[in-house]
Structures are given as structure tokens and as C-alpha cells.
């Protein structure tokens, strides 16, 4: 069998399996596979590779679908299968190339493509829905076809990418005004002065925002999502054009940014607050002064403060009456005294968090942690590294209250000696992932004890290495890999 003939056949078992799968069958039903009507196929998209004998069944199959199933057809295709399927005639170049079936795109690197492939991918994609680049230095010129050709774009992605420019952005909001989700991370755009108003050290910022890039947010009427993580050209006049223009914002990155102040936030949390349902914030030039009135965003489920060092009490009970978070990280919340905890949780309201993070919160202590075991008992991750003042009694509550973990995070937390992990493999069932680095005093001998009891669950030990359950278990685990456990008889009878 030729290579053509071969790539027929793998062409024909898959149509005749995506058919089946897809529902397409049904319009298959109609159509007569005996008919002569193709005139020596003169329509036929695989007229190219017409076979011989057993073969010729399969291309007059092929050659009796019209269009519309071919695009059917061809739409269960990832974009690197309708490329090549489009070399194997000139029939499916042409069907391959219809805009319907490139609603997305994804291009990491300059390597993939020169600027004009690029650009003339584009201009042929007039149904794209989603576009994602990455680290290319050519994103002014994609940015330009995207408005002039990709006018029902919902979703871009630009990741560490060259700054947009403010004319960039403006081509943007003239030719894909329905994007409904923007992501800048680490990419950013420039204002309209450039970088004229970038701070060194704690320099406070009085630029306007009549030439901020964020007021041209205001022209996407349909945004919801906006990531500018890692774009250090926002400033708090930035934030409040944000604020006062992106009337259906309810998920904001802004995370990495530093020197936003809190009027700037507390303008934000008036203005939109009420909508939003993720926030990614970057908390170290923060203060009680805008932590305070977190509370007052009563729908967030989703809640990130990588740097909360200037917290205080007010902030983190204002944060804790949020009851439909279910994703908190409140990082290095230096500030904040034990007791400070054991208030916030004890409030109740935090009931529906499946992960919290509280790394770098050194103060928080035993009875903190009790008090989130008791009242957050549906937890499935949960990170406590450099938490210096836990013990072992206060991981034993989590163990016992917390049923659903499936990631504890410990790393740093230097006072455990490991009296909390014997139960955990009957306690903790779905309990996949334990990190103890750098905690000294657990003996590697339990945590190997451990593994042995469930060899799914990856434990790190002390220096970051994965626990095996012991050299003598070695062999017999490498001749059978179907094993999940290994026990001694007297474990069975406990």
C-alpha cells in the first residue's frame, strides 16, 4: 500500500468512528452511495487517491459526503490534523481552510511561524474565538490582524510578550470589541506616556489617568475577565479607570503590582465589588485602611493576597465574613497575632473553602489551626509552609476533622516531630500529596512506613526527595506494578 493510500484508509477508519461518536451518522442516511452523480468525481476531495478493488468502496464513501458533513467531519480535528490532512489533496486544502473550523489558536515562540504566516493565518480565521500567544516579539503586528479580521474574538491570551502598546490596545477595542476575557500576564500594556511613571523603591506615583491604557478597557463592553498579572505599568489612577469603566468585571489579576494604594482599592471595591468573583492582589503596599472593607465583595469565591504583611486584625476578620469564598491564600501575613486566627475562623463564614494558604503567616498557632479544622471541614488543600509556632497537636485536629484533604503543604514547619502521622492513612483516604521539606525532626522511617501502606501517596521528606517505602519492597514492586499497598498481618487485625 502507497503512503497516499494508506493515509486514505487511517482517513476513512477515523470518519467512520466520528460519525458514529458524533451523531453524524444520521445525515449520512440520505445519501446514496451508489449514485453516479460525482461524474467521475469531479467533485470529490480525495479524487486525488482514488484506489483500486477493496479501495474503492472507501473513496466512493468519501466521495459521496457533501461539504457540510466534510466540516462536521473535520471540526473533531485538532489544528495539527487538519493540517496535514490538507496536504493529502487539494480538495481537503481547500475544505481544511474553512474559518468555521479555526475558532482557536494557540502559538508559543517565535520559532513556530514567521510574522507573515502568522498574519495570514489570521486573516483567514474570521471565526476565531480564542487566540492564545506566548514569548513571541512580533505582537504588534498579530494584535493589527486580530482587529482587522478576527472581529468575533472572545478570548486572548498575551503571555510574557513585549508590552502592548497604547495604539495596540486601541486597535484592539476598534476591531474585537466582543472579547469577553483579556490576559496580559506578564506582557502588560504601555500608557499613553510610555514608562514615564515607573517607581523605584517607595516613591509614590501622581500619574493621571487620562493617558492610562486601562480606560480603553472601558471600550470591551462585554468583559468579564481581566488578567494583568506582572504589569507594573498599572498605577492607582489605572486601577480606577477600571473600576469606573469595566462595568461587568468579575475576575481581575493584579497581582505583582506594587504601590497601588488603598484609596485606589477602596475606589474599586465601591465601584465593582459587589460583581467581582476572583481577586488577585498583590497586598504589600496595602493596609487595613482597603483590607478592611473586603468584606463588602460578599460574592468572592476566589481570594488571593500574596503579600499581606501590613494586615491586621480589622482586615483579616473583614476577609473571614466572606462566605462564599471557597479558595483563600492570605501570604506572609507577618502582622497578624495568634489570636488574630482563632477569631477570623471561629466567625463561621469560611465554611465552603476547599484551599486555603497561609504560608509565611509565622504567628498563627495550635489553636488557629484548630480553629480552621473545626470550621472549615470541607478542605482539600492545604498550605501551612514557614509556619513556625504549629505542632503536632494542631495537625492532629486537621487529620481528624478534615476528611477530604488531598494536598497538606508543611514545609518549613520546623516543630513537628511526626505524631500526627500514623492515622493519616486511615483518616485522610484521598490524601495524595504530604510535603515535609525541611522539617528536621520527622523520622524518614515513618514517613516510609507510610508509603508503604498506600503507595499512590507522594510524601517529600526533608530534602524535597520522594519517600520510597524501603529497599526491601524494591524488588517485589518492580515485578508487580499493580500494587497499591503492601501490610503486615498484624495491621489487618487492628
Not at 42 to 51: I, K, L, S, T, Y
Not at 336 to 356: E, H, Q, R
Not at 424 to 446: F, R
Not at 473 to 486: A, G, K, N, Q
Request: aromatic share 8%.
Amino acid at each position: 500500500m502507497t503512503a497516499s493510500k494508506e493515509s486514505d484508509a487511517c482517513l476513512f477508519y477515523k470518519v467512520s468512528r466520528l460519525t458514529e461518536d458524533s451523531g453524524i451518522a444520521s445525515d449520512l442516511s440520505a445519501i446514496d452511495l451508489e449514485s453516479e452523480d460525482d461524474e467521475e468525481h469531479g467533485g470529490c476531495p480525495v479524487h486525488d487517491h482514488a484506489g483500486q478493488g477493496g479501495a474503492q468502496d472507501a473513496d466512493q464513501f468519501l466521495c459521496s459526503l457533501p461539504q457540510e458533513i466534510w466540516i462536521k467531519i473535520f471540526a473533531e480535528f485538532s489544528p495539527y490534523e487538519l493540517c496535514e490532512i490538507g496536504l493529502t489533496s487539494k480538495g481537503f486544502l481547500n475544505l481544511t481552510r474553512d474559518p468555521s473550523l479555526w475558532s482557536e489558536l494557540c502559538l508559543v515562540g517565535d520559532a513556530i511561524a514567521e510574522t507573515s504566516i502568522v498574519v495570514h493565518l489570521i486573516s483567514r480565521c474570521s471565526q476565531l474565538n480564542k487566540i492564545s500567544l506566548t514569548s513571541r516579539d512580533d505582537i504588534s503586528d498579530i494584535i493589527l490582524a486580530l482587529s482587522n479580521s478576527a472581529h468575533q474574538l472572545r478570548q486572548l491570551d498575551v503571555k510574557y510578550c513585549q508590552p502592548l502598546t497604547y495604539t495596540d490596545l486601541e486597535d484592539l477595542a476598534t476591531g474585537c470589541g466582543m472579547l469577553e476575557s483579556i490576559n496580559l500576564e506578564g506582557t502588560g500594556c504601555l500608557n499613553g506616556d510610555g514608562d514615564t511613571h515607573e517607581m523605584e523603591g517607595s516613591n509614590k506615583c501622581h500619574c493621571g489617568h487620562s493617558l492610562s491604557f486601562s480606560i480603553l478597557f472601558g471600550q470591551f463592553k462585554h468583559l468579564t475577565d481581566l488578567n494583568l498579572f506582572l504589569c507594573r505599568n498599572l498605577h492607582s489612577k489605572g486601577l480606577e479607570s477600571i473600576a469606573e469603566f469595566c462595568e461587568n468585571l468579575e475576575r481581575l489579576n493584579i497581582d505583582e503590582i506594587n504601590y497601588l494604594s488603598d484609596d485606589s482599592i477602596n475606589t474599586f471595591i465601591d465601584l465593582r465589588g459587589k460583581k467581582m468573583k476572583m481577586l488577585w492582589i498583590d497586598g504589600e503596599s496595602l493596609s487595613d485602611e482597603s483590607f478592611g472593607n473586603f468584606e463588602k465583595m460578599m460574592n468572592l469565591e476566589l481570594l488571593s493576597i500574596s503579600f499581606a504583611d501590613n494586615m491586621g486584625s480589622r482586615g483579616l476578620i473583614s476577609i473571614a465574613k466572606l462566605g462564599k469564598l471557597e479558595w483563600l491564600k492570605l501570604r506572609r501575613g507577618a502582622e497578624l497575632d495568634p489570636i488574630d486566627f482563632v477569631t477570623a475562623f471561629n466567625l463561621g463564614k469560611l465554611k465552603n473553602l476547599n484551599s486555603l494558604d497561609l504560608s509565611e503567616c509565622s504567628k498563627i498557632d495550635d489553636a488557629g489551626i484548630i480553629s480552621v479544622a473545626k470550621h472549615c471541614p470541607i478542605l482539600g488543600t492545604l498550605s501551612l509552609n514557614w509556619c513556625w509556632e504549629i505542632t503536632d497537636v494542631g495537625l492532629a485536629s486537621i487529620v481528624n476533622k478534615c476528611k477530604y484533604l488531598i494536598n497538606l503543604n508543611l514545609c518549613g514547619v520546623v516543630r513537628l516531630l511526626g505524631d500526627f502521622l500514623p492515622s493519616i492513612n486511615k483518616l485522610l483516604v484521598g490524601l495524595q500529596l504530604l510535603d515535609l521539606e525541611q522539617c528536621p525532626d520527622v523520622q524518614l522511617a515513618v514517613l516510609e512506613d507510610l508509603v508503604r501502606q498506600n503507595l499512590d501517596l507522594v510524601i517529600k521528606d526533608y530534602y524535597g526527595e520522594q519517600v520510597t517505602p524501603g529497599r526491601k519492597f524494591s524488588e517485589i514492586l518492580l515485578d508487580h506494578p499493580e500494587i497499591t499497598f503492601i501490610s503486615y498481618d498484624h495491621e489487618w487485625d487492628s
